[in-house]
């Protein structure tokens, strides 16, 4: 039984794994020339503002963004041609994790992308330089993808951010991926990243994929007050993610869907009840 209704991977094996974990690990998949050729337009495009942590898809220029965009699918259509069942980038950003204190990435789901009763979004990370176990490595709660929760976007609160600690301490694993190598991850996968404590900055590529039919959503509540209570859905395409600032609330679009917020926060064996009743193998 496929949980994700259309066939992702190409690689039946990986697919399986995908199922299970929400995750798997490529080797070798992204050519040294396309790892040489992003970290030369880095160099480029870099505009790092003092930011521990930084998105190339934070910065105010929309051109800017476009550019990075634009060089990361260029750079990947051929890699996705070979590992995917007609998938394609919807956006990518370089992402910047400094040395110092103040780099975490907190345990986090990303956004909702799809309508994921029928399509999986997928993050599609990469590193340019070296991880170690002390540069802030990627780091995923495996099978956590099977756990239920549509409503993310932005203003979204995540009903994990309670327990963020002990799921980390209890189900956390860190992934030690090198240049060429990638993490293919569900985009409902928790996961996080800890501190750079070494000299060099860490830098890495992140393309967020969807299947070439399926229709994109970008979901969200107004504002993070106690009265802003509806999450708001509306239609969009790949051009989205660039043309508009991600810290802006959508306005002048027509709504698709609305609901209710559902305010969920978990405990720890709440968490614990649904994680280990969503670790079964697929059958």
Same mark, same amino acid.
Request: net charge neutral; aromatic share 12%.
């Given at each position: 039984?496929?949980?994700?209704?259309?066939?992702?991977?190409?690689?039946?094996?990986?697919?399986?794994?995908?199922?299970?974990?929400? @995750?798997?690990?490529?080797?070798?998949?992204?050519?040294?020339?396309?790892?040489?050729?992003?970290?030369?337009?880095?160099?480029?495009?870099?505009?790092?503002?003092?930011?521990? @942590?930084?998105?190339?898809?934070?910065?105010?220029?929309?051109?800017?963004?476009?550019?990075?965009?634009?060089?990361?699918?260029? &750079?990947?259509?051929?890699?996705?041609?070979?590992?995917?069942?007609?998938?394609?980038?919807?956006?990518?950003?370089?992402?910047?994790?400094?040395?110092?204190?103040?780099?975490?990435?907190?345990?986090?789901?990303?956004?909702? @992308?799809?309508?994921? *009763? !029928?399509?999986?979004?997928?993050?599609?990370?990469?590193?340019?330089?070296?991880?170690?176990?002390?540069?802030?490595?990627?780091?995923?709660?495996?099978?956590?993808?099977?756990?239920?929760?549509?409503?993310?976007?932005?203003?979204?609160?995540?009903?994990?951010?309670?327990?963020?600690?002990?799921?980390?301490?209890? @189900?956390?694993?860190?992934?030690?991926?090198?240049?060429?190598?990638?993490?293919? /991850? #569900?985009?409902?996968?928790?996961?996080?990243?800890?501190?750079?404590? *070494? *000299?060099?900055?860490?830098?890495?590529?992140?393309?967020?994929?969807?299947?070439?039919?399926?229709?994109?959503?970008?979901?969200?509540?107004?504002?993070?007050? #106690?009265?802003?209570?509806?999450?708001?859905?509306?239609?969009? #395409?790949?051009?989205?993610?660039? #043309?508009?600032?991600?810290?802006?609330?959508?306005?002048?679009? !027509?709504?698709?869907?609305?609901?209710?917020?559902?305010?969920?926060? /978990? &405990?720890?064996?709440?968490? !614990?009840?649904?994680?280990? &009743?969503?670790?079964?193998?697929?059958?």
């Amino acid at each position: 039984m496929n949980p994700f209704h259309n066939s992702i991977f190409k690689d039946k094996n990986f697919e399986r794994q995908y199922e299970e974990t929400g @995750f798997v690990v490529l080797h070798n998949v992204i050519p040294p020339h396309t790892i040489d050729l992003l970290k030369k337009n880095w160099q480029t495009l870099r505009d790092y503002n003092g930011l521990g @942590f930084y998105s190339t898809i934070w910065h105010n220029n929309k051109t800017h963004r476009k550019e990075v965009f634009e060089l990361i699918r260029s &750079s990947l259509q051929r890699v996705l041609n070979n590992l995917f069942n007609n998938y394609r980038v919807i956006f990518g950003n370089y992402v910047m994790k400094m040395p110092g204190n103040n780099g975490a990435l907190g345990l986090h789901q990303d956004w909702r @992308f799809t309508d994921e *009763t !029928k399509h999986r979004a997928i993050n599609f990370w990469f590193p340019l330089t070296e991880i170690t176990a002390n540069n802030g490595p990627l780091c995923v709660v495996r099978g956590s993808h099977k756990i239920p929760n549509p409503q993310r976007g932005k203003n979204i609160p995540q009903p994990f951010a309670g327990i963020s600690e002990f799921i980390i301490n209890r @189900f956390g694993e860190a992934l030690i991926v090198q240049p060429g190598d990638v993490v293919a /991850y #569900d985009v409902s996968l928790l996961h996080y990243s800890g501190l750079n404590t *070494t *000299t060099q900055p860490r830098l890495a590529v992140t393309a967020i994929l969807a299947n070439a039919n399926a229709g994109l959503v970008h979901c969200f509540r107004n504002s993070q007050n #106690d009265e802003d209570t509806e999450v708001f859905e509306i239609n969009v #395409d790949e051009n989205y993610f660039t #043309d508009y600032s991600l810290y802006e609330t959508p306005s002048g679009f !027509k709504i698709a869907n609305k609901e209710k917020l559902n305010v969920v926060n /978990y &405990s720890a064996e709440e968490f !614990k009840e649904h994680y280990y &009743s969503n670790l079964q193998p697929v059958l």
